[in-house]
Nanobody, 124 residues
Framework: QVYLKESGGGLVQAGGSLRLSCAAS????????MGWFRQHPGKEREFVAS????????NYGDSVKGRFTISRDNAKKTLFLQMNDLKTEDTATYYC?????????????????WGQGTQVTVTT
């Protein structure tokens, strides 16, 4: 069992940056690939980024490539999402997720545990 709690969301102007964190508790964080997803109001949750258990391999959704960076600190059991050059369309609730495997995933069904989400709002 992994418990996840996101933080770092907030209000930012377009072109700005935010860094999201996801603190994990439970014995298995270091054995799991992790990911970030986001959900716009009235829409399905969509893939943002994923990282493997050691932080060596990553993948990103097309809409965030080149602007967002996922990373992890296994010693602190924390996942990060650095978001740069934010756009109004990045406004969403962002969720941290844990996968019960070592390797990266990119779909909702790949992930087993979810946080409660943190709101990111990008204004003009």
């Amino acid at each position: 069992q992994v418990y996840l709690k996101e933080s770092g969301g907030g209000l930012v102007q377009a072109g700005g940056s935010l860094r999201l964190s996801c603190a994990a508790s439970g014995p298995s964080f270091n054995d799991y690939a992790m990911g970030w997803f986001r959900q716009h109001p009235g829409k399905e949750r969509e893939f943002v980024a994923s990282v493997d258990w050691l932080g060596r391999f990553t993948n990103y959704g097309d809409s965030v490539k080149g602007r967002f960076t996922i990373s992890r600190d296994n010693a602190k059991k924390t996942l990060f999402l650095q978001m740069n050059d934010l756009k109004t369309e990045d406004t969403a609730t962002y969720y941290c997720a844990s996968r019960g495997q070592l390797r990266i995933g990119s779909s909702l069904k790949d992930f087993d545990y979810w946080g409660q989400g943190t709101q990111v709002t990008v204004t003009t």
